[in-house]
Nanobody, 127 residues
Framework: QVQLAESGGGSVQAGGSLRLSCVHS????????VVWFRQPPGKEREGVAGIYTYTDTTYYADSVQGRFTISRDKYKDTVYLHMNSLKPEDTANYYC????????????????????WGQGTQVTVSS
């Protein structure tokens, strides 16, 4: 199983921006549903944004709609999460997950349906 590799986390002040990257060598050759999840301390993992790489159809949680944008660079096998207007409540460990040869359906934000995960990258937003 090919590993996912996330990067781009860090510490910012409220209102700032960050861009997370998720690299997977099969993002271009195989259609994937790729989703960014986050897990705040002591809370459950939640889906933030997803993209189906065959059509570039995107999905967003209500909590990030209008602030976060998921996109992909097909030449770099990379999916990005552009995070703007960050809030302290966005503080969490962010994970990239992928499901090959599968569209993102109504259950795109359910963690248990993904079998390929990255190691996570920490995002901390201070007020």
């Amino acid at each position: 199983q090919v590993q996912l590799a996330e990067s781009g986390g860090g510490s910012v002040q409220a209102g700032g921006s960050l861009r997370l990257s998720c690299v997977h060598s099969e993002f271009t050759s195989v259609s994937n549903c790729v989703v960014w999840f986050r897990q705040p301390p002591g809370k459950e993992r939640e889906g933030v944004a997803g993209i189906y790489t065959y059509t570039d159809t995107t999905y967003y949680a209500d909590s990030v709609q209008g602030r976060f944008t998921i996109s992909r660079d097909k030449y770099k096998d990379t999916v990005y999460l552009h995070m703007n207007s960050l809030k302290p409540e966005d503080t969490a460990n962010y994970y990239c997950a992928a499901r090959a040869l599968s569209e993102c359906g109504g259950d795109w934000d359910v963690p248990r349906i993904y079998w390929n995960w990255g190691q996570g990258t920490q995002v901390t937003v201070s007020s």
